[in-house]
């Protein structure tokens, strides 16, 4: 339900806004005008042509909505905007040596590249949702062959067992004794592929050894070396067969990544780069360069905790977080946990970019990959077809942004 639909007064945008926004002000999406919402509801109008005039720039009040100047990259989040600005330190000269090396041979996905490299110098984890044949496992080896790490690959079926993930004990005919064979979860990058095809039990059992970084068998736990990084897949088309998420599973991801097919440009480079059948683990070897290692990351994401966020900026994430949970097209908000993931991957960005403190575009850059896969869409709005991706928008938008 919303108040009507209205134009701006100044360059004619049609702007349709919900109930809650009846006596405040807006800022229009298109020419950043400051409107007064009125105190009742109104009826579509016809868009009327407006000769343009010079408008003298007013001072503006704080107001709870609208006065948002990163509006315009609130999930946009780019290689070339993460990696142009501050000093050059340890930590940025790193993330260059990476994404130079990753892009010798994937080929565009810069969502992709960037949310991964966040989550793993943040220590956590990401979830893709993508069709098949995105290059999601040319990605990961590309990725452990550039860092250093080791890397693994399990594909999740309906038979697949927690033991068949961690490992089990083996019978030993020599000695007369059990030894634990460790699984396959036992790497530093774990591709967790169609993470939606196994039943409960299996990916709870992934999902504690994501939190703990452990696998405890016949009461012994076994510690797993970091880095470690599970990225996680799910086909959104095909769902029989397929087993969802629970909500509380899926707010251990630090981020849901939304993989969309590549550009036309993109495609052609793929093409001309990868039809030559050529042995990926010879390209890995011939054409990259090692640039990291698992002691040099595990330094960076103990830097990355020094990065100063600011006390507003703080409050500019927490009045995010609890927004979710008072929007009028969302059922379920965001957790702590959403906070706690928006300050950590904030401070990492502002890292990669070579700065010791973070600002509210390393926030509004990251937000939808963090709040998506959080949130729940009332069924009122689930019938309207609305998108959580614009719902966050909207709100984030609404949210006063600190001058730091």
Known sequence: MSIGTFNCPLCSQPLTLPPSFTGTQVQCPQCQNIINVPGQALQP??????????????????????????????????LAQSADTGADTPTRQLFTKITTEVAKIFVGQEELVLGTLVSLFSNGHVLIESVPGLGKTLFVRTLGHVLGCEFGRIQFTADLMPSDITGAPIFNVKTQEFT?????????????????????????????????HRVTVDGESYKLDPPFLVIATQNPVEQEGTYNLPEAQ?????????????????????????????????????????????????EAIKANAAVRIDDALADYINKIVRLTRQWPQLYMGASPRAGLALMQGARTLAAFQGRDYAIPD???????PILRHRVMLTAESEVEGQEVDQILTDLIRTVNVPRL
Do not use: C, W
């Open 45 to 78: 109008v016809t868009p009327q042509p407006i000769a343009p005039q010079p408008v003298a720039p007013q001072p503006i009040a704080p107001q709870p909505v609208a006065n948002n100047p990163v509006a315009g990259s609130i999930g946009k989040m780019s």
């Open 362 to 368: 390393d926030v509004v850059q990251i937000a939808l």
């Open 180 to 212: 634990f064979h460790p699984g396959p979860v036992f790497t530093q990058l774990l591709l967790a592929d169609e993470i939606n095809r196994s039943p409960a039990k299996t990916h709870a059992a992934l999902l504690e050894i994501m939190q703990e």
């Open 250 to 298: 899926l707010d251990r991801f630090m981020m849901k990544l939304i993989v969309n097919y590549p550009t036309e440009q993109q495609e052609a480079d793929i093409l001309k780069q990868h039809s030559q059948q050529k042995d990926l683990g010879e390209i890995l070897t011939t054409e990259l360069q090692t640039v990291s290692s698992p002691a040099e990351i595990n």
